[in-house]
């Protein structure tokens, strides 16, 4: 199984500033995925981080709120831009392989309060 | 557009009693997970439901897939209090149509066991 580490665990940021949020993983993995969960909420999908290319956003996420990087195959960030109270949540980043492996496991999680 | 809805939404039940949450989804999917949330934490994967007819056991809880009903249940035994928790299924698009391991969630099941 792979291990997935992201940071920050938790943080309080100011209105109209931006949060980069990274997540790490202990192998090579074919897919990255960025969740949202709003407060008492289900979890949303936000984008598919792709190795070397552009993010594939689903709708209602736009790039300029949310760009997302993706380096190498072991490696994401997401970052919040110009963040308003409606952003606070907690974002869960997820990994999993080709579509033959049943896995997908997620981080810990970044709590985001924004006040 | 896949839609996952599970219900009940919310569920008190007492220590000892037996209870299923129900999770619906609109289209063919080949794999069904079902995770536990605690407050505050990230997903811990419970369940990866393949093929119909596929029912799995861990400790008090079971899970069962019916592909041609689109249907799953989360069966917990014998309630006890560490059960409480908020409980997610989640499916993948059909086959040739997303991406793999792309989740899409329930609305969510939040439990709680009273003694």
């Known amino acids: 199984s792979a291990v997935i580490s992201q940071k920050p665990s938790r943080d309080i940021c100011q209105r109209g500033t931006s949060l980069t949020i990274q997540c790490q993983v202990d192998?090579?993995?074919?897919?990255m995925f960025w969740y949202r969960q709003q407060p008492g909420q289900s979890l949303t999908l936000i984008a598919t981080a792709n190795q070397g290319s552009e993010a594939t956003y689903e709708s209602g996420f736009v790039i300029d709120k949310f760009p997302i990087s993706r380096p190498n195959l072991t490696f994401s960030t997401l970052t919040v831009s110009n963040m308003s109270p409606e952003d606070s949540s907690i974002y869960l980043c997820?990994?999993?392989?080709?579509?033959?492996?049943?896995?997908?496991?997620f981080g810990q999680g970044t709590r985001l309060t924004v006040v | 557009e896949l839609k996952v809805e599970q219900n009940p939404l919310f569920l008190s039940m007492q220590e000892g009693k037996n209870y299923t949450i129900y999770c619906n989804y609109s289209?063919?999917?080949?794999?069904l997970y079902w995770y536990r949330q605690d407050p505050g934490k990230s997903l811990e994967s419970l369940f990866v439901?393949?093929?119909?007819?596929a029912v799995k056991q861990e400790g008090r809880l079971m899970a069962s897939l019916d592909t041609k009903a689109r249907l799953s249940t989360l069966h917990i035994t014998a309630a006890v209090h560490d059960l409480s928790a908020t409980y997610f299924c989640a499916v993948v698009p059909p086959v040739g149509t997303g991406t793999a391991s792309k989740l899409t969630f329930g609305t969510g099941t939040r439990l709680q066991v009273t003694l």
């Open positions: 439901l393949l093929s119909n007819g």
């Open positions: 289209t063919t999917s080949d794999r």
């Open positions: 192998s090579q993995v074919t897919m």
């Open positions: 997820s990994v999993g392989q080709a579509r033959m492996s049943t896995e997908a496991f």
